[in-house]
T-cell receptor, first 115, second 116 residues
């Protein structure tokens, strides 16, 4: 079974631009969670989508948004990019709602660099 | 509050030596525990998980972890480290009420370096 895939793997943008990242979960998984990873802050939870609905949201500004499609694929969007948005963005999928025994499987990440 | 603590930020071991990475959790209910490994610039790979039953769980790449409820610990071990084990290791607890932290609460990670 194919794992979680994320596209693109690398992205370079300039301040003020917007960006869209894509995540395809493992086949049959209905939950997709997004995380931001930086050297200073570590792993930080962005949001989780399940059955096309946002179920949980981290403490990030409204510039960070996401959505999930009927095939469980998910996208996240960051508008008006700031230098501090440079990070590795990780997507994880699980069969059911994240948490408890529902194991999350991670993709390879998208490395976003904002200049 | 639920949390995961990995007391060691960075550990260096010699190739062939044994390894133990520490993890302590704080969670009021039954803990569902995970260890992930991350190579530089890569995503997180699941090493092993504990839900219930035998408190010693085996994972991939020769790793094992022992759950000790009395110590709220879930330490990761490997009897003989290989140079390819150099990576960052994250302990996590799965909860249902993580709120803005999300429902997979991570420790800050332990970076493992391996000396030849």
């Amino acid at each position: 079974k194919a794992g979680v895939t994320q596209t693109p793997r690398y992205l370079i943008k300039t301040r003020g631009q917007q960006v869209t990242l894509s995540c395809s979960p493992i086949s049959g998984h209905r939950s997709v969670s997004w995380y931001q990873q930086t050297p200073g802050q570590g792993l930080q939870f962005l949001f989780e989508y399940f059955s096309e609905t946002q179920r949980n949201k981290g403490n990030f500004p409204g510039r960070f948004s996401g959505r999930q499609f009927s095939n469980s694929r998910s996208e996240m969007n960051v508008s008006t990019l700031e230098l501090g948005d440079s990070a590795l963005y990780l997507c994880a999928s699980s069969l059911g709602l994240a948490g408890g025994q529902n194991t999350q499987y991670f993709g390879p990440g998208t490395r976003l660099t904002v200049l | 509050a639920q949390s995961v603590t990995q007391p060691d930020i960075h550990i260096t071991v010699s190739e062939g030596a044994s390894l133990e990475l520490r993890c302590n959790y704080s969670y009021g209910a039954t803990p569902y525990l995970f260890w992930y490994v991350q190579s530089p610039g890569q995503g997180l790979q699941l090493l092993l998980k504990y839900f219930s039953g035998d408190t010693l769980v085996q994972g991939i790449k020769g790793f094992e972890a022992e759950f000790k409820r009395s110590q709220s610990s879930f330490n990761l071990r490997k009897p003989s480290v290989h140079w390819s084990d150099a990576a960052e290791y994250f302990c996590a607890v799965g909860v249902h009420t993580g709120g803005s932290q999300g429902n997979l609460i991570f420790g800050k990670g332990t970076k493992l370096s391996v000396k030849p």
